[in-house]
């Protein structure tokens, strides 16, 4: 158990000094240790459930530490954050133990000085939790739901103004939920049926999704590259998002497309396989290392038509030959992926400052490859306007060779908030997505 928690305190420690991805961080911090399973998913528990809950970890300790919260070093900042939250939202761990462990995580991390305060502040909490009360929801809302849903006040202003209060609160309350886990159907090597039964048959709870077509929701599924069927290459694990917008391209058998910022591949995958694996799909991405990701994964699941190259897109002049359709899935500040990346929400604003430039500068670039009469889709797992619509809206002032392209939506999916009959924001507490927005465009 000290191994597990050692591992978690080691990943927290990095992803607050170096400001890493936590699904890195974590991959790191766990590699090369001699952890079962239980170690492995208490360490996992520990990392995210800090990650998660930050800001209310802080709230309360606060409530009990004479010295302040951001005073402390870090390491015992994050081991205070791991004690609490193993009191306060892990039913499974004793208290005992909660305070006992950390008590020795200090002690074997160079904190021994910190132990009896970090004691103290623990027990504290445990003879009198009634002491913790959140801010008033009516006088102080915003420090309110910074404190209830883990969120800045900064980002919860800003979408606010973005969206509005009411679709402001149930973005906060789709945070505290575990995101769902989708996959697509290689429908070039098995059908939907064939799939959930081998799922069923592998102890894989699925359920087909209503739209689109080849897209299946799984429960609890565990590890799932360890599923015969995953090495098989019968599926790749891919947001009901994402497979929305590869629906709105629509790729057809036969044609040409391009996916001009393809790593990790998983929208190349599934235009591939919308596309029967015939015709020719070329995947780029800037950084060779992530190019090979996008063959790798296109190897294992037999497409053949994929071919992948690194290139610029928001700088290059090559002139690859235009294609039928064009997905520009541009980099962008993640702020629809929270739930799976939860240290995003603390880099917020600094993470959009310059984007909106270059997501311009990179679907500019991308407008160029498309044929006459071809379709561009623009797309971000971000809920930020200025990064969506505002890009989107531009584009289409400024290159009258372009026209809008009316999404062609089903009824089951409805849009949350006002928008243009060319785009739509996917928001978390619809459908269980990633925050989402495409735009789609036609050339004439």
Sequence with gaps: MGTARSAALRALLRVEKENGYSNLVLDGALEGLPFGSRDRALATAIFYGVLEHRITLDYIIGLYSRIPVLKLSPAVREILRMGVYQIRYLERVPNSAAVNESVKLAKTNGETRAAGFINAVLRALLRGPDRIKLPDAYKEPIKYRSAAFSCPEKLITFWQKAYGETCTDRILGSLLEKPDIFIRVNNTRISEEQLLERLGSEGVKAKRVLWPDNALRLKNPGEIRRLSCYQEGLFHVQDLSSQICCRILDPQPGERAIDVCAAPGGKTFTMAERMENRGEISAFDLYPARVRLVQKGACRLGLSIV??????????????????????????????????????????????????DLQYRILCRSSGLVKKGGMLVYSTCTLNPEENSGVADQFIRDNSDFEPFGLPLPESIRREIPERDNQITLMPQMYGTDGFFIAAFRRK
Excluded: M, T
Aim: with cysteine; glycine share 4%; aromatic share 4%.
């Design 307 to 356: 071919r992948s190259a690194a290139r610029n897109a928001a700088e290059s002049e090559s002139s690859p030959v235009p294609a039928d359709r064009v997905l520009c899935d541009v980099p962008c500040s993640g702020l629809g992926v929270i739930r799976r990346k939860p240290e995003i929400r603390y880099k917020f604003p600094s993470s959009i400052d310059s984007l909106p």
